[in-house]
């Protein structure tokens, strides 16, 4: 990974509901500048029971709780893990180079995990402190073109503001 700094990686930060800053599990506990490490939520928008996270090391979450998937045979069944959270912030990158190709790994990677809807029960567990954001991270890419990174990403939050963090009720 660290040797193919034009490529972006996403990896999927694991499923032992462990904390990989502590319990590192490789290559989801390297945070390295090219790779994106992606907790799973589920349908509540809370860390799956399964996810792994860490503060340093896992940047991001989305949904990753009864994802329906491809199996043999061709069918579909509905799947669980950060594995199935990952093609989603994968997705979001390809939207990010779409909207301009020009973008280096780390950039793409900056705008995927500065654009979040922030969430203060993800503060200790997320790097991000946060879920991503599709449509906040395209508009971010769109500007790319015209403004610097930072700027871009401001000026794509006063587009789509984040909305207020409520406490979630058990």
């Given at each position: ?68 998937s491809t199996v043999p045979r ?97």
């Open positions: 990974i660290k040797s193919n700094s034009n490529v972006l990686f996403i990896i999927a930060a694991g499923n032992n509901g462990a904390d990989n800053d502590v319990e590192p599990h490789f290559p989801a506990a390297l945070n390295l500048s090219n790779s994106i490490t992606v907790a799973a939520l589920d349908n509540n928008d809370k860390l799956a029971d399964f996810s792994n996270y860490g503060k340093k090391s896992v940047q991001v979450a989305t949904k990753g709780v009864s994802i329906v061709n069918k579909k069944a509905p799947l669980s893990g950060t594995s199935q959270a990952a093609p989603d912030v994968a997705n979001v990158a390809v939207q990010i180079i779409s909207a301009n190709p020009d973008l280096l790994p780390y950039e793409i990677k900056k705008i995927i995990s500065e654009t979040v809807d922030e969430k203060s029960i993800f503060k200790e567990k997320l790097t991000s402190s946060g879920i991503i954001n599709k449509k906040r991270a395209k508009i971010a890419a769109d500007y790319t073109k015209f403004f610097p990174i930072s700027a871009a990403i401001k000026l794509a939050y006063s587009k789509l503001p984040m909305e207020e963090d409520k406490p979630l009720v058990n």
